[in-house]
């Protein structure tokens, strides 16, 4: 997992997680928002497919190809975006269908510095369990770290 990015459980039904960019928040919510930016960081440096209709009531779906060749597919739809500092979207991995959990992205901008919060809510206590032992952690450590670098380029 990427030095930078603090993974907490502040209820039995959610995970938190917390990373700081150096970038300006509207670029940060940029790079969350378009598949141009997503393909860049998202998969952990694999090659994903993106479908991103970026709008409340929205929804995306982004298969990410694995050097071993498997696919991971994830989709969900967006509840709430307001730009440039909060989404809150459903996440479900189609290998478990029907696990479900919501996540809320809240960014926040000091001295030019993005602080991305997100709080990932689960219907069970197990089944965030089951999400932390996963690997989910590592990969978004992973994930952010592309992010940061990428976001490099970018300003």
């Given at each position: 997992m990427g030095?930078?990015?603090t993974v907490t459980m502040p209820s039995d039904l959610e995970m938190k997680m917390v990373r700081v960019f150096d970038a300006p928040r509207a670029l940060v919510f940029e790079a969350h928002a378009k598949c141009e930016h997503l393909k860049h960081w998202w998969g952990r440096g694999n090659p994903i497919d993106c479908e991103v209709d970026f709008r409340t009531g929205g929804s995306y779906r982004i298969v990410e190809h694995a050097p071993d060749g498997k696919q991971y597919v994830f989709r969900g739809e967006y509840r709430e975006v307001r730009e440039p500092e909060r989404v809150v979207q459903t996440f479900e991995?189609?290998?478990?269908?029907?696990?479900?959990?919501?996540e809320t992205l809240e960014l926040t901008e000091e001295g030019g510095r993005?602080?991305?919060?997100?709080v990932t809510r689960f219907d069970t206590e197990g089944e965030r369990d089951g999400m932390m032992a996963s690997g989910m952690t590592e990969g978004a450590g992973q994930s952010y770290d592309a992010?940061?670098?990428?976001?490099?380029?970018?300003?």
């Open positions: 030095d930078n990015l991995f189609e290998g478990m269908p029907g696990q479900v959990c919501v993005t602080t991305v919060t997100s992010l940061a670098a990428y976001l490099t380029k970018l300003s």
